[in-house]
């Protein structure tokens, strides 16, 4: 097989690559656009329910929950791979500021897989969302956990670990307790009409809260790993096509070199059959 048959099969096997990277790019931009919105939404359900358990706190102190002395960690990690250092990101943010003992929710089989091999008391791994859809799928689970959790070690206080929209920064979001004391007066002098007890009300409000901290949490953190995962397929296509640059240059110069042999071949046989 000439050298020339060998870069041509290269090349080949490299564009197929590449139309694949490009299609897995595709599918992340589109999802990318989706969560988005989603996300947007569930800014905006969180802040109206933090809004409206502030004026009831506000009304009704007593509700505020006691600040546990108990530390524990949700870590929202990436369910595949083609993301870059995501998953190192977060692994280096835990390390740093956990303290030995605190127990770590983590979501996403990648990450997890990462937490195996270190010294890290994993109390729970769940499956993380590979799309928008599955986002809905996975809270439940990862409610349960989270609710096991206080049940086993008591009040703790549970911080999440995820990456910020700018696929970037490690950030830190406070899920339990949900709310603290109230930070400004009352909007109103007047305390709001209920039908049901305030402490029942404030129930309430904490479920349908977890459930949209939790839901936007994790739709944020699928936000992040597709732009970490198109930054990467970026990548990867920008040095298949230096590389195929290159492969191109040495095909040709191989093809000017089967010319030239050709040429001289013709002209040996020209000057033979004259001397003849």
């Given amino acids: 097989m000439s050298r020339r048959h060998v870069l041509r099969r290269r090349m080949k096997t490299l564009g197929e690559i590449a139309g694949i990277l490009d299609s897995m790019r595709t599918l992340a931009v589109i999802e990318s656009h989706r969560l988005t919105r989603s996300v947007e939404c569930q800014r905006q359900l969180e802040a109206a329910l933090r809004s409206i358990a ?5 009304h009704h102190p007593a509700l505020a929950p006691v ?10 990690g990436s369910e595949r791979g083609f993301c870059g250092d995501f998953n190192t990101r977060l692994r280096t943010a835990l ?3 956990r303290s030995v003992g605190e127990p770590v929710i983590v ?13 890290v008391a994993v109390y729970r791994q769940l499956p993380g969302p ?7 799928e996975r809270l439940p689970a990862l409610i ?4 096991q959790l206080l049940e086993s070690r008591g009040p ?10 700018d696929a970037e920064t490690v950030l830190e979001t406070r899920i339990v307790p949900p709310f603290g004391k109230a930070s400004a007066p009352p909007g109103s002098p007047f305390p709001p009409l209920l039908y049901q007890t305030p402490d029942a009300v404030f129930r309430h409000l904490v479920e349908h809260y977890l459930f949209a901290v939790l839901h936007w949490l994790l739709d944020r953190s699928l936000l992040s790993e597709h732009q970490y995962r198109i930054r990467h397929l970026d990548g990867a296509t920008r040095r298949i096509e230096d590389t195929l640059e290159t492969l191109r240059s040495g095909n ?3 093809r000017q070199e089967e010319i030239t042999e050709e040429l001289q071949v013709i002209l040996l046989g020209a000057e033979a059959l004259d001397s003849a």
């Fill in 67 to 76: 600040e546990p002395p108990g530390t524990a960690w949700l870590v929202a």
């Fill in 252 to 254: 040709n110069r191989l």
């Fill in 107 to 119: 979501v996403g089989s990648r990450i997890g897989a990462e937490f195996a091999a270190l010294d």
């Fill in 54 to 58: 502030q004026e009831l706190l506000s």
């Fill in 95 to 97: 390390e740093q500021r």
């Fill in 144 to 147: 349960d956990a989270v609710n």
């Fill in 130 to 136: 590979l799309t928008a859809d599955e986002t809905a």
């Fill in 156 to 165: 703790l206080r549970i911080t999440a670990l995820h990456h910020a929209d």
